[in-house]
T-cell receptor
Framework: QQPVQSPQAVILREGEDAVINCSSS?????VHWYRQKHGEAPVFLMI?????EQKGHDKISASFNEKKQQSSLYLTASQLSYSGTYFC????????????FGTGTRLQVTL | NAGVTQTPKFRVLKTGQSMTLLCAQD?????MYWYRQDPGMGLRLIHY???????AKGEVPDGYNVSRLKKQNFLLGLESAAPSQTSVYFC?????????????FGPGTRLTVT
Protein backbone atom coordinates (compact mmCIF):
# COMPACT_ATOMS: atom_id res chain seq x y z
CA GLN A 1 0.00 0.00 0.00
CA GLN A 2 1.43 3.30 -1.13
CA PRO A 3 2.32 5.77 1.65
CA VAL A 4 0.72 9.20 1.58
CA GLN A 5 3.05 12.17 1.32
CA SER A 6 2.16 15.75 2.14
CA PRO A 7 2.37 18.41 0.98
CA GLN A 8 2.54 17.66 -2.73
CA ALA A 9 4.58 20.77 -3.40
CA VAL A 10 6.14 23.61 -1.45
CA ILE A 11 8.00 26.78 -2.39
CA LEU A 12 10.44 28.27 0.07
CA ARG A 13 12.70 31.25 0.22
CA GLU A 14 16.31 30.47 1.03
CA GLY A 15 16.73 30.17 4.79
CA GLU A 16 13.16 29.05 5.50
CA ASP A 17 12.21 25.70 7.02
CA ALA A 18 9.98 22.93 5.68
CA VAL A 19 8.43 19.70 6.90
CA ILE A 20 7.43 16.82 4.65
CA ASN A 21 5.23 14.06 6.01
CA CYS A 22 4.87 10.42 5.06
CA SER A 23 2.01 8.34 6.47
CA SER A 24 0.99 4.72 6.34
CA SER A 25 -2.21 3.05 7.53
CA UNK A 26 -0.22 0.17 9.01
CA UNK A 27 2.94 -0.18 11.04
CA UNK A 28 6.12 -0.19 9.01
CA UNK A 29 9.46 -1.94 9.30
CA UNK A 30 11.38 1.09 8.09
CA VAL A 31 11.16 4.38 6.23
CA HIS A 32 13.72 5.57 3.70
CA TRP A 33 14.01 9.14 2.42
CA TYR A 34 15.38 10.00 -1.02
CA ARG A 35 15.84 13.23 -2.96
CA GLN A 36 15.66 13.41 -6.72
CA LYS A 37 16.76 16.38 -8.78
CA HIS A 38 15.21 16.94 -12.17
CA GLY A 39 16.50 14.48 -14.75
CA GLU A 40 18.63 12.62 -12.23
CA ALA A 41 18.42 9.45 -10.19
CA PRO A 42 17.08 9.42 -6.62
CA VAL A 43 19.75 9.80 -3.95
CA PHE A 44 19.51 8.29 -0.47
CA LEU A 45 19.16 10.67 2.46
CA MET A 46 18.49 8.47 5.49
CA ILE A 47 16.68 5.46 6.87
CA UNK A 48 14.70 5.15 10.10
CA UNK A 49 14.11 1.77 11.69
CA UNK A 50 13.04 2.31 15.27
CA UNK A 51 9.86 3.81 16.62
CA UNK A 52 10.61 7.17 18.18
CA GLU A 53 13.86 7.44 16.26
CA GLN A 54 15.21 10.78 15.15
CA LYS A 55 18.29 11.25 13.04
CA GLY A 56 19.83 13.70 10.69
CA HIS A 57 22.90 15.25 9.18
CA ASP A 58 23.73 18.81 8.30
CA LYS A 59 20.37 20.62 8.36
CA ILE A 60 18.20 17.75 7.18
CA SER A 61 16.71 15.46 9.79
CA ALA A 62 13.85 13.00 10.11
CA SER A 63 11.71 11.31 12.73
CA PHE A 64 9.72 8.09 12.94
CA ASN A 65 6.80 8.09 15.35
CA GLU A 66 6.35 5.54 18.15
CA LYS A 67 3.69 3.57 16.27
CA LYS A 68 5.96 3.43 13.21
CA GLN A 69 3.22 4.67 10.93
CA GLN A 70 4.41 8.18 10.22
CA SER A 71 7.70 9.79 9.38
CA SER A 72 8.56 13.45 8.89
CA LEU A 73 11.50 15.01 7.09
CA TYR A 74 12.70 18.37 8.39
CA LEU A 75 14.67 20.78 6.24
CA THR A 76 16.13 23.63 8.26
CA ALA A 77 17.47 26.91 6.88
CA SER A 78 16.90 25.68 3.34
CA GLN A 79 19.49 26.21 0.65
CA LEU A 80 19.06 26.42 -3.11
CA SER A 81 20.66 22.97 -3.35
CA TYR A 82 17.73 21.48 -1.42
CA SER A 83 15.43 21.93 -4.41
CA GLY A 84 14.13 18.69 -5.86
CA THR A 85 11.48 16.06 -5.27
CA TYR A 86 11.54 14.19 -1.99
CA PHE A 87 10.26 10.64 -1.77
CA CYS A 88 9.63 8.44 1.20
CA UNK A 89 9.97 4.72 0.63
CA UNK A 90 8.36 2.40 3.13
CA UNK A 91 9.17 -1.16 3.99
CA UNK A 92 6.45 -3.41 5.45
CA UNK A 93 8.81 -6.19 6.52
CA UNK A 94 12.55 -6.64 6.50
CA UNK A 95 12.55 -8.95 3.49
CA UNK A 96 14.70 -7.94 0.53
CA UNK A 97 14.47 -4.25 1.42
CA UNK A 98 11.47 -3.88 -0.93
CA UNK A 99 10.29 -0.30 -0.88
CA UNK A 100 6.92 1.22 -1.73
CA PHE A 101 7.40 4.86 -2.60
CA GLY A 102 5.08 7.79 -2.05
CA THR A 103 4.20 10.09 -4.93
CA GLY A 104 6.76 12.67 -3.86
CA THR A 105 6.90 16.23 -2.58
CA ARG A 106 8.29 18.82 -4.95
CA LEU A 107 10.38 21.39 -3.10
CA GLN A 108 11.55 24.60 -4.72
CA VAL A 109 13.89 26.96 -2.91
CA THR A 110 14.17 30.48 -4.28
CA LEU A 111 16.35 33.47 -3.49
CA ASN B 1 33.81 2.49 -8.94
CA ALA B 2 31.11 3.15 -11.53
CA GLY B 3 28.31 2.25 -9.09
CA VAL B 4 25.13 1.33 -10.97
CA THR B 5 25.08 1.74 -14.74
CA GLN B 6 22.20 1.32 -17.18
CA THR B 7 22.16 0.69 -20.90
CA PRO B 8 20.75 2.29 -23.00
CA LYS B 9 20.00 5.81 -21.75
CA PHE B 10 17.26 6.47 -24.29
CA ARG B 11 15.21 4.26 -26.56
CA VAL B 12 12.22 4.63 -28.84
CA LEU B 13 10.23 1.50 -29.70
CA LYS B 14 7.24 0.81 -31.84
CA THR B 15 4.30 -1.05 -30.37
CA GLY B 16 4.97 -4.77 -30.42
CA GLN B 17 8.75 -4.54 -30.57
CA SER B 18 10.91 -6.13 -27.91
CA MET B 19 13.97 -4.92 -26.06
CA THR B 20 16.20 -5.61 -23.09
CA LEU B 21 17.46 -3.07 -20.59
CA LEU B 22 20.76 -3.89 -18.91
CA CYS B 23 21.69 -2.92 -15.36
CA ALA B 24 25.17 -3.52 -13.98
CA GLN B 25 26.61 -2.82 -10.53
CA ASP B 26 30.18 -3.13 -9.29
CA UNK B 27 29.51 -2.94 -5.54
CA UNK B 28 28.99 -6.67 -5.02
CA UNK B 29 25.42 -6.05 -3.88
CA UNK B 30 23.11 -9.01 -3.33
CA UNK B 31 19.84 -7.20 -4.02
CA MET B 32 18.82 -5.57 -7.27
CA TYR B 33 15.60 -3.86 -8.35
CA TRP B 34 13.83 -2.48 -11.39
CA TYR B 35 11.47 0.49 -10.98
CA ARG B 36 9.46 2.55 -13.38
CA GLN B 37 8.74 6.22 -12.77
CA ASP B 38 5.75 7.97 -14.29
CA PRO B 39 4.71 11.60 -13.70
CA GLY B 40 2.81 12.00 -10.44
CA MET B 41 3.13 8.34 -9.49
CA GLY B 42 6.52 8.07 -7.85
CA LEU B 43 8.65 4.98 -8.28
CA ARG B 44 6.93 1.62 -8.64
CA LEU B 45 8.72 -1.69 -8.23
CA ILE B 46 8.54 -3.96 -11.26
CA HIS B 47 10.72 -6.95 -10.29
CA TYR B 48 13.52 -7.54 -7.86
CA UNK B 49 16.21 -10.09 -7.10
CA UNK B 50 17.77 -11.16 -3.80
CA UNK B 51 20.63 -13.03 -5.40
CA UNK B 52 22.09 -14.59 -8.50
CA UNK B 53 19.59 -16.85 -10.21
CA UNK B 54 16.57 -15.62 -8.21
CA UNK B 55 13.90 -13.10 -9.18
CA ALA B 56 10.52 -12.07 -7.81
CA LYS B 57 7.57 -9.90 -8.82
CA GLY B 58 7.04 -6.41 -7.49
CA GLU B 59 3.99 -4.14 -7.69
CA VAL B 60 3.69 -3.82 -11.47
CA PRO B 61 5.28 -6.91 -13.11
CA ASP B 62 2.87 -7.46 -16.01
CA GLY B 63 4.46 -7.12 -19.44
CA TYR B 64 8.01 -7.45 -18.10
CA ASN B 65 10.44 -10.28 -17.52
CA VAL B 66 13.78 -10.27 -15.74
CA SER B 67 16.86 -12.40 -15.37
CA ARG B 68 19.84 -12.38 -13.02
CA LEU B 69 22.33 -14.85 -14.43
CA LYS B 70 25.30 -13.02 -12.91
CA LYS B 71 25.39 -11.28 -9.54
CA GLN B 72 26.43 -7.96 -11.03
CA ASN B 73 23.82 -7.84 -13.81
CA PHE B 74 20.04 -7.55 -13.79
CA LEU B 75 18.20 -7.55 -17.12
CA LEU B 76 14.70 -6.22 -17.75
CA GLY B 77 12.91 -7.44 -20.86
CA LEU B 78 9.87 -6.18 -22.70
CA GLU B 79 8.61 -8.90 -25.02
CA SER B 80 5.93 -6.88 -26.80
CA ALA B 81 6.12 -3.18 -25.98
CA ALA B 82 2.94 -1.17 -25.43
CA PRO B 83 2.45 2.62 -25.22
CA SER B 84 1.57 2.18 -21.52
CA GLN B 85 5.18 1.12 -20.96
CA THR B 86 6.45 4.57 -21.91
CA SER B 87 8.29 5.58 -18.76
CA VAL B 88 11.64 6.21 -17.13
CA TYR B 89 13.15 2.98 -15.83
CA PHE B 90 15.54 2.94 -12.89
CA CYS B 91 17.64 0.10 -11.68
CA UNK B 92 18.89 0.02 -8.09
CA UNK B 93 21.00 -2.23 -5.90
CA UNK B 94 21.54 -2.67 -2.20
CA UNK B 95 23.29 -4.91 0.28
CA UNK B 96 21.49 -6.69 3.16
CA UNK B 97 24.54 -6.25 5.36
CA UNK B 98 24.85 -3.32 7.67
CA UNK B 99 22.34 -1.08 9.34
CA UNK B 100 21.62 1.30 6.51
CA UNK B 101 20.66 -0.74 3.45
CA UNK B 102 20.30 2.21 1.15
CA UNK B 103 19.46 1.63 -2.46
CA UNK B 104 21.87 2.98 -5.05
CA PHE B 105 20.15 4.03 -8.25
CA GLY B 106 21.38 4.02 -11.81
CA PRO B 107 20.95 7.08 -14.05
CA GLY B 108 17.77 5.76 -15.68
CA THR B 109 16.58 4.74 -19.14
CA ARG B 110 13.97 6.89 -20.85
CA LEU B 111 11.77 4.63 -22.98
CA THR B 112 9.14 5.85 -25.42
CA VAL B 113 6.77 3.40 -27.09
CA THR B 114 4.89 4.78 -30.09
Amino acid sequence: QQPVQSPQAVILREGEDAVINCSSSKALYSVHWYRQKHGEAPVFLMILLKGGEQKGHDKISASFNEKKQQSSLYLTASQLSYSGTYFCGTERDGTASKLTFGTGTRLQVTL
Amino acid sequence: NAGVTQTPKFRVLKTGQSMTLLCAQDMNHEYMYWYRQDPGMGLRLIHYSVGEGTTAKGEVPDGYNVSRLKKQNFLLGLESAAPSQTSVYFCASSSPQGYEDEQYFGPGTRLTVT
